[in-house]
């Protein structure tokens, strides 16, 4: 018999965070809430998460800095970030120190949960991916591994969030295909919502200019006009594409 999933909420105000508790506990997860960033802190450490919903404003610990030590940790644990902060510098912020999602309060609770429901399959899939096709991949000179979630371009090692790995192992384990943004938000990011496509054109821009020796001419994620995006194997051999 499989064990519920386990879902940790740091989140300050009471309120919001029993009726999220309420909609979780509906869908047969186990959750367990912290109003305290060290308290949160503490119980992210004793480990077992299958996600953290985290608010950035805390007392003790804040947010993003308990974002930073999650994702220090061996466990990989989805994160959905919460916050009243709906600048795009601390969404690019949360982004960048690993969170997996991030939506702006006031927010839908019946949308938080189907994102979180979203990440476990999404979490779930790519473990198994990983499984079953353990071996790692080495496309003119970028290296990928989905057991160690590691990357590198040309034997220098880049560091990736976790969408960002996930992202471009589906693009590198499937080089020459054209997919969409809504395939990509559905295939990487496990929901499809009209209006998320920007979410897709953030994260291929970072990881371009991760990955690409100019990000403004890329070659290996190229744009196709009207389509979506396609990931080349072999740069030095591709037809011309528009970026």
Known sequence: MDH???????????????????????ERYEVVHSADGNEGLRLLEQGNW????LDLMLPGVDGLEICRRARAMARYTPIIITSARSSEVHRILGLELGADDYLAKPFSVLELVA???????????????????????????????????????????????????DLLYFFASRPGKVFSRMDLLNAVWGYQHEGYEHT??????????????????????LTVWGRGYKFVADPGAREGEAP
Do not use: C, Q, W, Y
């Open 4 to 26: 519920p999933k386990r879902v940790l909420i740091v989140e300050d105000d009471v309120d919001i965070a029993n009726v999220l508790s309420l909609h979780l506990r509906d």
């Open 200 to 221: 897709v054109n953030t994260h291929i821009n970072r990881l371009r200019a991760k990955i690409e020796a100019d990000p403004a001419e890329p070659t290996r994620i």
């Open 115 to 165: 994102r979180v429901k979203a990440l476990l399959r999404r979490a779930d899939a790519m473990a198994k991916d990983a499984r079953m096709e353990s071996g790692s991949l080495n496309l003119a000179g970028l290296f990928v591994d989905p057991l160690t979630r590691e990357a590198s371009v040309d034997g220098k090692r880049i560091e990736l969030t976790p969408r960002e790995f």
């Open 50 to 53: 299958d996600a953290l919903i």
